[in-house]
């Protein structure tokens, strides 16, 4: 029975379970995250990634949801894997390269008494054209646009962030049933490759409330992406401020997002809970 290292992690409660691929193989990560995600029967989290060596960047980041799909982008998870880069002597300076399926993205770590804390990163522009994100209804954008979901209306604003977001914004999120509303947009036919979406609620113009449905995943504490998107609908909807730092808060803690017409930067935590061996065939 083969064994491997791994590290899990968490930004902001997006909890995922970390392998070292510049020491170790790991075969068939499909089904091995199906497996290890459940939070009762495996080691918990909300998905697996492996941190693999990259011929264009520091590193590699592959993420798989817990359902076994493989994602393009994690913006809670290169937090953690930057951290990883830096505490496992893969990378020597402050600031981190990782190569994902969405690009090569940027971050920059955050230190307290020498020790890696958080990080900052470059998330690259929102993208809001239709077939970018993709969502089949017609115009150059989605913004505060009515549709129906499951024989409901909803104002719904797209975006990508290298994975598609719907961002729909609220009164009370905390009331709501996520758990009945989630699948309903994730599995929607608008929706070709399914979708993430956000339920925010306003609590002043430079201050927001999240929750998050992930395709694959269910709801989650945090999501980073998510959280950019959001901010991004925010700005387009004007609601928040463009180019000034928007806090976020999710299930699991705080992000800081600020968004341009170049770029979005998210800024929090990267926490290490343990380390451990696990057998994998």
Not at 74 to 83: D, E, F, L, P, Y
Not at 98 to 103: D, F, P, R
């Amino acid at each position: 029975m083969a064994k491997a290292e791994f590290i899990k992690m968490h930004g902001c409660g997006n909890d995922y379970i970390y392998f070292n691929c510049f020491e170790q193989d790991i075969p068939d990560p499909e089904s091995l995250s199906i497996r290890l995600s459940d939070r009762r029967f495996g080691i918990g989290g909300d998905g697996i990634i492996l941190v693999c060596p990259s011929y264009v960047a520091d590193a590699k980041m592959r993420m798989f949801n817990a359902d076994g799909s493989e994602g393009k982008m994690c913006g809670n998870g290169i937090r953690c894997v930057a951290k990883l880069c830096h505490d496992e002597g893969i990378v020597k300076s402050d600031t981190v390269k990782i190569e994902t399926l969405s690009g090569i993205k940027t971050i920059k770590l955050i230190k307290s008494g020498g020790e890696v804390v958080g990080a900052t990163v470059d998330m690259g522009k929102a993208e809001t054209a239709p077939e970018k994100i993709p969502v089949l209804l017609q115009g150059e954008s989605i913004i505060s646009r009515p549709v129906q979901i499951a024989g409901k209306q909803y104002s719904i604003t797209c975006v990508s962030m290298g994975n598609p977001h719907c961002v729909v914004f609220a009164g009370n999120i905390d009331g709501l049933e996520l758990e009945k509303i989630g699948p309903q947009f994730e599995k929607n036919a608008i929706f070709p490759e399914q979708v993430n979406t956000e339920f925010c609620e306003v609590i002043s113009p430079t201050e927001l409330k999240m929750r998050v449905w992930e395709r694959g995943s269910g709801e989650t504490w945090a999501c980073g992406t998510g959280a950019c998107a959001t901010v991004t609908a925010a700005c387009l909807n004007g609601i928040s401020p463009k180019g000034e730092e928007i806090l976020i808060h999710l299930r699991g803690g705080d992000l800081t997002i600020k968004y341009t017409d170049e770029t979005v930067i998210m800024t929090g935590s990267a926490v290490t809970v343990f380390k451990g061996t696990v057998e994998i065939e």
